[in-house]
């Protein structure tokens, strides 16, 4: 009562204030029967409700393409034992790290790489990752796209849990001026990591946005294949509940088959 009498006397924020406040989040994905996680089925977030920071960044909150592909890596064991169950989990952008947390906490990974371009988002991730319990099974770091693997964060945690299998990004293609370093850091996944499975999930806001990247990674002769993956209608969803208004699309992308047979050599 007494912590409920404060707030009630406390002024309100400004507009601005309150756009720039985080606050606690919890999300419940829908886990099979035979899910491996026997923790609590939550994934717990400090989050911003603003779409841009004060700091001009759009990593402090959780997107609808990250809630997508979460409950797509939740439909079915193949797609968990696929991507997530005892493999080397890579994120780009990884945000709030809603997506990593979600593969080291209940999908059976055995390790995951978070990394974001920048270091204020990191800090903020790795308090999610603290009050997730799993900062034994995440490392997160700042990666910027289009630098070299080698010295990375990445390269070091490939010592110890072995080659990246796979490698998630979920809205991260929103900016056409990123694109070239993204699909640039792609390569450099492929180069490294011929076999390593790559998903991306974006919301289509805009087909001017995203039509680039599919083109530059056909460009690069990369395989690129969409995830028959639909997004279910508001009253359909069951949980990670996320808009439908916009489509959002999921897709797989491979190594050149030149990496791949020079990798059997």
Avoid at 110 to 125: I, N, P
Avoid at 133 to 160: C, I
Avoid at 213 to 224: L, N, P, Q, T
């Amino acid at each position: 009562m007494t912590a409920f009498t404060t707030l009630v006397c406390s002024p309100l924020p400004s507009e601005a204030e309150a756009a720039q406040q985080k606050s606690w989040v919890t999300y419940t994905p829908l886990l099979l029967p035979t899910s491996v996680s026997t923790r609590e089925p939550t994934v717990k977030l400090k989050e911003s409700h603003a779409v841009i920071s004060g700091a001009g960044t759009t990593g402090l909150r959780t997107w609808e393409a990250a809630l997508h592909l979460g409950s797509y890596l939740c439909s079915s064991e193949n797609a968990r034992s696929s991507y997530a169950k005892d493999k080397h989990v890579l994120e780009l952008g990884a945000g709030t790290g809603f997506l990593s947390i979600l593969c080291a906490k209940h999908l059976g990974a055995k390790h995951v790489t978070a990394t974001d371009g920048d270091a204020g988002v990191v800090e903020a991730l790795k308090e999610n990752l603290f009050y997730n319990d799993v900062e034994r099974d995440v490392s997160a770091g700042v990666m910027r796209w289009g630098w070299t693997l080698k010295g990375s964060l990445v390269e070091h945690q490939v010592e110890e849990y072995g080659d990246v299998d796979t490698v998630l990004g979920a809205d991260v293609t929103y900016d056409k001026a990123v694109i070239p370093s993204l699909v640039s850091t792609i390569r450099h996944v492929f180069e490294t990591w011929p076999r390593a499975n790559v998903l991306i999930a974006a919301t289509i806001r805009n087909e001017q946005t995203f039509a680039p990247f599919e083109h530059a990674c056909k460009r690069s002769d990369f395989g690129v294949i969409e995830v028959d993956y639909a997004l279910p209608q508001m009253r359909e969803q069951t949980c990670l509940f996320r808009s439908a208004d916009v489509p959002i699309r999921i897709l797989r992308i491979s190594a050149p088959l030149t990496m791949k047979d020079s990798s059997a050599i």
